[in-house]
């Protein structure tokens, strides 16, 4: 009868090993499924990805900085502008139109 009962623990412990096998295979096919739906969700409600935010976000940081170095020199023309208007400098500020030479003919 030890034999008998060996036998029927090695039989249960083989369907255990089975069983504990194909609920972890079921958990990787779910798993696998989830991920599969969600992506699919995501994907429906047109998000960014992390890599394309941050190439956007670098770009808006830069059109900032270059719009705000840009308004800087404008001030700064506008200032010099308005204080050679106001000294009598009209003429000054005015870059002298280029003379022409006649043309010779040939």
């Not at 990805?49 to 700064?76: C, G, H, P, Q, T």
């Not at 200032?79 to 006649?102: C, N, T, V």
């Amino acid at each position: 009868m030890n034999s008998g009962s060996n036998r029927i623990f090695d039989e249960l412990a083989k369907l255990m090993t089975d069983a504990a096998g194909a609920a972890q295979g079921v958990q990787r096919e779910m798993e696998t499924a989830m991920r599969a739906q969600f992506e699919r969700l995501l994907n429906s409600m047109d998000l960014v990805k992390r890599e394309e935010f941050e190439v956007v976000r670098a770009m808006a940081i830069k059109a900032r900085d270059e719009n705000d170095a840009l308004s800087a020199r404008l001030e700064k023309l506008e200032k010099a502008q308005s204080k050679s208007a106001a000294s009598g400098g009209d003429e000054a500020a005015k870059p002298s139109p280029a003379k022409r030479e006649p043309r010779s003919k040939s």
